[in-house]
């Protein structure tokens, strides 16, 4: 059972464009969600996160807004640069229903920025 | 602030050995999560550890699987009897407060031949 779904393995955009990648997931109970970074032989790092009483959250150059009502979250990067290019995970976390805070991973989309 | 340290980084071993790998959390973090990741998956959740209480399994981890953490420090994931089905990355992460962000290592490759 995928509770957290991304359904575009990869993405290849131009430099200087707009990059956005998506995620969905079936999970009501999900309240927080997150985006990691990850390139190769490296473990996940965190890009942003955003809770579940907002629909946008802004960290520079990247944007996730979040639709509750279709279980839909996005990550936008603008302008995408030639270092952005990585696997980008989506995760969530049943915060307000689990005493274990673990997340729930989406399978990852690759993203590669052509100079 | 020296980040997750994982060791080893890689393990090449054959089929039916017994494999130990080590976490050390970002210090004063007392929440550890184990994670497996196969190729063009995302990570999968195995255990979580708040100080050194084992609070929660996955079905994922078998009987061939056992993970500590004694004082609530580091963590060790043992995986013993390895099938070339285990050979993934294995990633431990940890977090200071319920409800935040993990903070992933670089993870063990495991390879079982």
């Known amino acids: 059972d995928q509770q957290v779904k991304q359904n575009s393995p990869s993405l290849s955009v131009q430099e200087g464009r707009i990059s956005i990648l998506n995620c969905d997931y079936t999970?009501?109970?999900?309240?927080?969600f997150l985006w990691y970074k990850k390139y190769p032989a490296e473990g996940p790092t965190f890009l942003i996160s955003?809770?579940?009483?907002?629909d946008k959250n802004e960290d520079g150059r990247f944007t996730v807004f979040l639709n509750k009502s279709a279980k839909h979250l996005s990550l936008h990067i603008v302008p995408s640069q030639p270092g952005d290019s990585a696997v980008y995970f989506c995760?969530?976390?049943?915060?307000?229903?689990?005493?274990?805070?673990?997340?729930?991973f989406g399978q990852g989309t690759t993203l590669q920025v052509k100079p | 602030d020296t980040g997750v340290s994982q060791n080893p980084r890689h393990k090449i071993t054959k089929r039916g050995q017994n494999v130990t790998f080590r976490c050390d959390p970002i210090s004063e973090h007392n929440r550890l999560y184990w994670y497996r990741q196969t190729l063009g998956q995302g990570p999968e959740f195995l255990t979580y550890?708040?100080?050194?209480?084992?609070?929660?399994k996955s079905r994922l981890l078998s009987d061939r699987f056992s993970a500590e953490r004694p004082k609530g420090s580091f963590s060790t994931l043992e995986i013993q009897r390895t099938e070339q089905g285990d050979s993934a990355m294995y990633l431990c992460?940890?977090?200071?407060?319920?409800?935040?962000?993990?903070?992933f290592g670089s993870g063990t490759q495991l390879s079982v031949l």
């Open positions: 550890f708040q100080n050194e209480a084992q609070l929660e």
């Open positions: 995760a969530a976390s049943a915060v307000g229903s689990s005493n274990t805070g673990k997340l729930i």
């Open positions: 955003i809770s579940s009483i907002k």
């Open positions: 992460a940890s977090s200071r407060l319920w409800g935040e962000k993990l903070f």
């Open positions: 999970n009501s109970m999900f309240d927080y």
